[in-house]
């Protein structure tokens, strides 16, 4: 466990220049560490680095063995060579995430929402929910939400008091770093292959996940799809108070609330109508949310008062352009293969999809998706990185046109899509090939469907 008065005055090595990592050193910084940032891939851009923090890029120097400590950005790879010698050198090395929360005082409750798909809807409902409890308390307790929501938690450690509410998505390279996490309610959406070439394969990954509540005790909460084959083994060695969701017919574990087709059935009597979100997906993220709120000690109308007003998040299904008949919906998020399903399952069955599908692989096979794409596509349109080895697993099963840019799909679609027809970025790929994030990809392919329909309407 990072503890800040054992490694008071020694020098920190923060290994990543990206934002948590630029974070990680802000926070150490301004507690009076000495920082040395090193990153391994060579940066173009000049970053501005607060005083007491220096950087090298380009590789690792000898330079980071000097440091007393390291802090480890999420997405290395565990088994970095450079991770191995400080292992060997016993050097000790921490998560962000729990360096921040060192630096947070006693008194904070920390949620804590996981999973392969929905995190950041859950935790944006969860955060405002909690937001609007802290209000009509009026007490003074101020709602963070952070983590890989956009906002590194060592971004506001500094500016949570007690009696606060920390609200957290994490993700699993986060989870991974992490040997003292604790939340006390955490939640687990669900968990379907992702990042396996990062965890070396499922068993990894699912390890990673099971750390939210590892450290959880008896009079903590853990929340989790109740459907979900991993959260139903999983749940077996919970000490916490268990709260089950699911809105499908069959589960695995006796549920707390369920879903009747117009309001959240809760066991407790209440009945909340879920946010005006697309696809089914939403409803369980609303069930999760509500579920934590709940148990938090929130009231059924504030809930209700936040779902009633709460709107779609930019990335995640948002229908953001409609032109001579075409429906144009960025789900740039869609960064694994459930998320595509799910994205797909949202549509009625009309096979009138043009999905964009593509970019850097992440190691699970394209296959699962056939029987999807035969029911709501018209054609896919391959991009990225990750191309050849879509079409080799999707050969045969509906057409395919190579495009290997995001604008060559864009103007594809457009020129082929008729009247009823959806185009749809899902792809199925991390962004990192071709994008800075997932964010900037989808911002590019509603730019990029703006410009060709302001010119069509300019040209008509």
Not at 123 to 128: D, E, I, P
Not at 315 to 325: D, K, L, N, T, V
Request: hydrophobic share 40%.
């Amino acid at each position: 466990m990072f503890r800040k008065e054992k490694f008071k005055g020694a020098k920190a090595c923060v290994l990543g220049l990206g934002k948590s990592g630029r974070a990680a050193a802000a926070l150490l910084a301004a507690h009076g560490f000495e920082v040395l940032i090193s990153e391994e891939s060579p940066r173009a851009h000049a970053v501005s680095l607060p005083a007491g923090v220096e950087a090298e890029t380009g590789g690792h120097s000898a330079r980071v063995f000097d440091c007393e400590f390291w802090i480890k950005s999420p997405g290395i790879f565990p088994h970095h060579p450079l991770l191995l010698e400080a292992k060997k050198r016993k050097i000790p090395v921490f998560s962000e995430l729990e360096t921040a929360l060192a630096f947070i005082p006693k008194g904070v409750r920390v949620f804590a929402v996981t999973g392969t798909n929905g995190k950041t809807t859950t935790t944006a409902l969860l955060g405002a929910v909690l937001t609007e409890h802290a209000a009509r308390e009026n007490k003074g307790r101020r709602v963070h939400i952070c983590g890989n929501i956009g906002s590194p938690v060592s971004l506001c450690a500094d500016q949570v008091k007690k009696g606060d509410d920390l609200v957290i998505e994490v993700s699993s390279y986060q989870l991974e770093d992490s040997t003292y996490f604790r939340p006390h309610y955490a939640c687990i959406l669900n968990v379907t292959p992702d990042h396996l070439d990062h965890h070396g394969g499922m068993k990894g990954y699912v390890k990673a996940k099971a750390k939210v509540f590892r450290n959880q005790r008896e009079n903590d909460v853990l929340v989790v799809n109740g459907a979900d084959t991993v959260c139903a083994q999983l749940v077996k060695k919970a000490k916490s108070d268990v709260l089950a969701f699911s809105t499908q017919p069959k589960h695995l574990l006796k549920t707390d609330v369920f879903f009747d087709g117009d309001e959240l059935i809760f066991s407790e009597g209440h009945q909340i109508r879920p946010p005006h979100l697309k696809g089914i997906h939403n409803v369980e993220n609303a069930m999760a949310a509500a579920l934590m709120a709940l148990a938090a000690g929130v009231s059924a109308d504030t809930i209700q008062a936040v779902f009633d007003r709460f709107e779609a998040m930019e990335h995640r299904i948002e229908q953001f352009a409609y032109h001579h008949g075409v429906t144009y919906v960025n789900d740039s998020k869609a960064t694994n293969l459930d998320s595509t399903i799910t994205a797909l399952k949202s549509f009625e069955k009309n096979h009138n999809i043009w999905l964009i599908l593509g970019g850097r692989d992440k190691g699970a096979s394209y296959e699962v998706l056939i029987p999807y794409l035969k029911d709501y596509c018209k054609c896919v349109l391959t991009i990225g990185e990750a191309m050849d080895k879509i079409e080799k697993e999707l050969h045969g099963a509906l057409p395919l046109t190579r495009c290997q840019t995001l604008e060559k799909a864009v103007q594809t679609a457009m020129e082929g899509a008729r009247s009823g027809d959806i185009v749809l970025l899902s792809p199925a790929c991390s962004s990192f090939d071709q994008f800075k994030d997932f964010e900037h990809r989808g911002k590019v392919f509603k730019q990029l469907v703006n410009a060709r329909i302001f010119k069509d309407r300019m040209e008509g």
